[in-house]
């Protein structure tokens, strides 16, 4: 059974970059089919896709965050990672990594972190 | 990207009564093989999203056989077959037809 857990500052101030990690235990993030997401969800709303990299390195994001997202895969630590440039209040919401295998939906979780962008 | 509507967006309901969400895509999730690129996850309070059903009719491993999905193409539902108390919390629809992945609004389910 794999499991998520993120870390990273619970307080970034406007213009700077948020940077989260998600540990993942009980799996590889190199398992072929494999990929890792990011979604993010504003205080009391739905949830937004920001991005995922699968096992291959290869990488999609959400062409909304206009160029200021970048997903990584950290194979020495089990990790994979979230940065976010250049962010407003606007971006404070709770962080969530996830995971799947192939079509079969994202089925692993992390239990989410609040962000808040605030000076 | 493609549009994730759900219906209703708020869904009272009684426990033992049967329950049914709606999830409609701006374009068809069906894919050449067949399957529908569409999942389904129930966010309970104060906890993360959790799957339930891929592939808009499997059911994930653990989720009890009272959920289950269907549709195809653009339409798709959620049906609960006998509601119980734990399964308050908002339902989401997903596509995972096209690398950006969208959700649907939510659907709030109470009891």
């Known amino acids: 059974q794999v499991q998520l857990q993120e870390s990273g500052p619970g307080l970034v101030k406007p213009s700077q970059t948020l940077s989260l990690s998600c540990t993942v235990s009980g799996g590889s993030v190199q398992r072929i089919g494999s990929y890792w997401s990011w979604i993010r969800q504003y205080p009391g709303k739905g949830l937004e896709w920001l991005g995922h990299i699968y096992y291959s390195g290869t990488t999609y994001y959400n062409s909304s965050l206009r160029g200021r997202v970048t997903i990584s895969v950290h194979t020495s630590t089990s990790q994979f990672s979230l940065r976010l440039s250049s962010v407003t209040a606007a971006d404070t919401a709770v962080y969530y990594c996830a995971s799947g295998i192939q079509a079969a939906g994202m089925s692993n979780w992390g239990q989410g972190t609040l962000v808040t962008v605030s000076s | 990207d493609i549009v994730m509507t759900q219906s209703p967006l708020s869904l009272p309901v009684t426990p033992g009564e049967p329950a049914s969400i709606s999830c409609r895509s701006s374009?068809?999730?069906?894919?050449?093989?067949?399957?529908?690129?569409l999942d389904w996850y129930l966010q309970k309070p104060g906890q993360s999203p959790q799957l339930l059903i891929y592939?808009?009719?499997h059911r994930a491993s653990g989720v009890p056989d009272r959920f289950s999905g269907s549709g195809s193409g653009t339409d798709f539902t959620l049906l609960i077959s006998r509601v119980e108390a734990d399964d308050v919390g908002v339902y989401y629809c997903m596509q995972d037809l096209q690398t950006a992945r969208t959700f649907g609004q939510g659907t709030k389910l109470e009891i």
């Open positions: 592939l808009g009719s």
């Open positions: 374009q068809s999730l069906l894919q050449s093989n067949g399957y529908n690129s």
